[in-house]
């Protein structure tokens, strides 16, 4: 049907382990709102698994498992980038998984609510080998949370209640029975509970998490919440310009409060909705869904009592405008065929997509008038590079603006090989180049005999090599200048071992704290080290081992639910053994944790107390049913030679399916998130507001890269990029280079 469809292609083999895997976000495919007739082609690309994880599952003390009473668990295999597979297995039975040499995160559930899968370490999995996780043995839930959940006077039965441990992906849950009460089987650990109750209930929790410690075997009682009664229904419908409703139209309602942080939202079908709010003064907003031939015009003001009849009119507007445009190659002035790739535009809340066709390079949005950001990505295997960021097009109702998307050809190569410490070639490893003058990052691998070969357009580049062993530090990075047709080769890019230490003692500025802090490090060359240190009392002492004759930045991080305490110092390291004290300071506030709870049919929008945003369109998480997002500020995030000066703190973004198994695969289609910052924080941090920049941490380059897509308003202080996978996400940015003129008096 006409529309917005995204498309995907996976492996479905259940006995002999496919040897492929899709390694690209679904391709977007679009169909005009009309009556002819459309038929369009596409084509997928996979990419060769040449490497194998294998191990088995196991119950805890050696349990048997009965005839028919089976338990199943996931084992998901994936890196940040969304590549990876998954297999289900019983216990007792070996698995073996085919994909890609590269990182890997492990993540193993259990669909049994008596137990949780084990936390594992990241893996490396080199080419043409076969990495062995060994016995995995699952953890028995023999701990308890029990609480009530009430309206400030009685319990509330049917609330969904959610709880998290720090860095694990995987949510437990459980409902409130009819007396409120809740029992949340759980296993020894930290962890966060909160109730999240749908939309389609009338109550809204304006709270945080509440953090319980529990011993093996242990039952804590008495985590209760309250909820505010949201009990006005309020019932809107979307209508044209003259009055006529919409019957068609399906997208999220929002409405928030303009006295307080109080907000909710709700699905609309067939240009309807319900959401339940307590009595107050709202705006409300209608966000159709992305892909739709409609766009909401603008938000009213409302005020709702309990004699609330309704309905609230929201007037929304037919796409009348149209964006359109090629790749276009500006060095022969030509249109760039035979390339996939897809074009997003946003626009305050509103967005679309479409697909780039290979066929001819064209595209075509069907917008409503305004002031659009676009931006495009294309396959990263192709033989072209993007040159533009972010697009900014004015367009007027009926008006078809043509705009010309930049690319630049691969036209120059980069050869080389990577090394271990020991000298031995290194294969699998990801091989980076940055441009010296641009926001461009290229990737490949190093072959198995460790050469590799890397297609970039003419310029300068600093050319690296991540992953490896944890203990190893990255090679010295290379600037590296190739032009038009030419090939720079001989480059060797060897990791080392550490050959000194730097340690010191932690001390942080508020007294009584207790856990863990993030020690790191890095050298202008490119190294890189980071370790977790004990606190106790405010007090601890860190140390790492370094490459010798570097000057090392480091930097420490230490954080509650509330604040986060920092410190930034560097030490010139000579021959020997060098020492650093730290002292963190604070603290420094950060919101609570964000948990809602919502069906992937459905859009959704959330927004954080310090104005981050996210928007997901309809149908864009990779499952089907409810979704639980968990959106984690987190201050405890390392810094890099590129990434030296991250702003505040960042987010971890993590999500889970119906049955609390984490999400791990790429996006039907980019999620929009937009962060906020202020000038004053900017300026006491040392950071150069035109630098700045969103970044998301990859496992895979164990690093910090850059959005293909993302747009910095310096006026309205916002920060909005496109992605298609949840991970760890920052602001930051590099120092800017500083030239000094000389002054010149007549």
Excluded: C
């Amino acid at each position: 049907s006409s529309g917005l469809w995204a498309m995907t292609v996976k492996p479905i083999s259940t006995t002999v382990p496919a040897d492929w895997v899709f390694n690209k976000p679904p391709q977007l495919v679009y169909f005009k709102f009309d009556t002819s007739t459309e038929n369009k082609t596409q084509n997928f690309e996979v990419l060769s698994a040449d490497a194998s994880v294998i191990g088995s599952v196991a119950l805890p003390g050696g349990t048997v498992i009965f005839p028919g009473d089976p338990i199943t668990v996931t084992v998901a295999i994936f890196n940040n980038e969304g590549i990876g597979r998954r297999v289900e297995v019983q216990p007792g039975e070996a698995f073996t998984i085919t994909l890609p040499s590269g990182g890997y995160k492990v993540v193993v559930h259990s669909q049994n609510p008596q137990y949780l899968g084990p936390t594992i370490d990241p893996i490396f999995v080199e080419p043409n080998s076969t990495f062995d996780l060994g016995v995995i043995t699952l953890v028995a839930k023999d701990a308890v949370i029990t609480g009530t959940v009430t309206d400030g006077t009685v319990g509330v039965a049917g609330i969904p209640v959610t709880a998290w441990r720090d860095g694990t992906p995987e949510i437990v849950h459980a409902t409130t029975a009819a007396d409120g009460s809740y029992v949340l089987p759980v296993v020894a650990g930290d962890w966060r509970v909160r109730p999240a109750p749908k939309p389609s209930q009338s109550y809204i929790y304006m709270g945080g998490a509440t953090a319980v410690s529990l011993a093996a075997g242990e039952t804590v009682s008495n985590i209760d919440f309250a909820l505010t009664t949201a009990g006005i229904a309020l019932n809107g419908v979307l209508v044209d310009e003259s009055g006529v409703p919409f019957t068609d139209v399906d997208g999220w309602a929002v409405a928030k409060s303009t006295t307080s942080p109080l907000h909710n939202g709700a699905p609309i079908k067939n240009g309807a909705f319900t959401m339940y709010l307590p009595a107050g003064t709202y705006k409300v907003a209608a966000h159709p869904a992305g892909g739709s031939r409609y766009m909401f015009s603008a938000e009213r003001e409302v005020t709702i009592t309990p004699s609330w009849t309704g309905p609230l009119t929201l007037t929304v507007k037919l796409e009348d405008a149209i964006i359109s445009g090629a790749l276009w190659n500006p060095r022969t002035e030509t249109v760039v065929t035979g390339v996939e790739g897809a074009v997003g535009a946003w626009m305050g809340n509103d967005w679309s997509a479409t697909r780039i066709d290979p066929g001819n390079g064209t595209y075509r949005l069907d917008v409503a008038a305004g002031v659009w950001h676009l931006g495009y990505r294309i396959d990263p295997t192709s033989n072209y590079l993007k040159l533009a960021r972010v697009i900014n097009v004015p367009v007027s109702s009926g008006q078809n603006k043509a705009v010309q998307l930049p690319v630049v050809e691969k036209d120059a190569a980069i050869t080389g090989t990577v090394l271990a410490p020991n000298g031995s070639p290194l294969g699998g490893a990801p091989v980076l180049a940055h441009g010296i003058n641009s926001d461009v990052t290229l990737h490949t691998r190093s072959a198995a005999d460790g050469s590799f070969r890397m297609a970039v357009p003419a310029g300068r580049y600093r050319l690296g090599a991540a992953g490896g062993d944890p203990g190893w530090i990255k090679p010295v990075e290379l600037d590296v200048a190739v032009a038009t047709g030419e090939t720079s080769g001989g480059h060797t890019l060897q990791f080392q071992l550490p050959d000194v230490t730097i340690s010191g003692a932690l001390s942080i500025s508020t007294a009584g704290l207790n856990g863990n802090a993030l020690v790191w490090a890095w050298s202008e060359d490119g190294g890189f080290v980071k370790g977790r240190f004990p606190i106790t009392n405010s007090a601890g002492s860190y140390s790492f081992g370094v490459i010798s004759n570097t000057l090392w930045h480091v930097g420490a991080a230490f954080e509650t639910d509330e604040s986060y305490w920092v410190a930034r110092d560097s030490v010139a390291v000579g021959g020997s053994n060098a020492t650093l004290d730290l002292a963190l300071t604070g603290p420094n506030p950060k919101p609570a944790p964000v948990v809602v709870t919502f069906d992937a049919a459905n859009p959704q929008r959330i927004e954080l107390s310090d104005g981050t945003r996210i928007y997901i369109p309809a149908g864009a998480m990779p499952v089907t049913g409810e979704v639980t997002l968990r959106v984690v500020p987190i201050a405890t995030l390392s810094q890099q030679r590129h990434a030296s000066n991250v702003y505040g703190y960042g987010y971890a973004f993590l999500a889970t399916d119906s049955t609390g198994q984490p999400i791990e695969s790429n996006f039907n289609q980019d999620v929009i998130i937009g962060f906020t910052y202020d000038d004053a924080e900017l300026v006491r941090q040392g950071i150069y507001e035109p630098r700045l920049k969103p970044a998301y941490y990859s496992t895979t380059d164990n690093s910090w890269t850059f959005p293909n897509s993302y747009a910095v308003d310096m006026v309205n202080n916002i920060v909005t990029m496109q992605i298609d996978h949840f991970t760890d996400f920052v602001l930051t940015a590099d120092p800017p280079l500083m030239v000094y003129l000389p002054l010149v008096m007549k």
